[in-house]
């Protein structure tokens, strides 16, 4: 089991930034890929970001250049640096972590942080 916990949403205007951050109860060595995805009114939840354990990045292509994923194994945390911010990416951000056992791929979620990106 792993327990996600996001922190750092909030309201900003256009071209600010954001840093948000995902705590795991659990060692992020033993999750195979971590990543946000957000999930806008009336919108499926989609992928923003995703880093896997051997620290290899993917990036959707409307985020691409303007944010950064990274994590931090001494913490057991993975970040998600949002630049150039743009009312579009006003949203729920949501952590994600996981893990592979024995061919069974088992998804965890956090409960989600808002960010709001407004003039």
């Known amino acids: 089991q792993v327990q996600l916990v996001e922190s750092g949403g909030g309201s900003v205007q256009p071209g600010g930034s954001l840093r948000l951050s995902c705590a795991s109860s659990?060692?992020?060595?033993?999750?195979?890929?971590m990543g946000w995805y957000r999930q806008a009114p009336g919108k499926q939840r989609e992928l923003v970001a995703t880093?896997?354990?051997?620290?290899?990045?993917n990036y959707a292509d409307s985020v691409k250049g303007r944010f950064t994923i990274s994590r931090d194994n001494a913490k057991n945390n993975v970040d998600l640096q949002m630049n150039s911010l743009e009312p579009a990416d006003t949203a729920v951000y949501y952590c994600?972590?996981?893990?592979?056992?024995?061919?069974?791929?088992?998804?965890?979620w956090g409960q989600g942080t808002q960010v709001t990106v407004s003039s």
């Open positions: 994600n972590a996981r893990r592979l056992i024995l061919g069974r791929t088992y998804a965890y």
């Open positions: 659990r060692n992020i060595f033993s999750i195979n890929v």
């Open positions: 880093i896997t354990s051997g620290g290899t990045t």
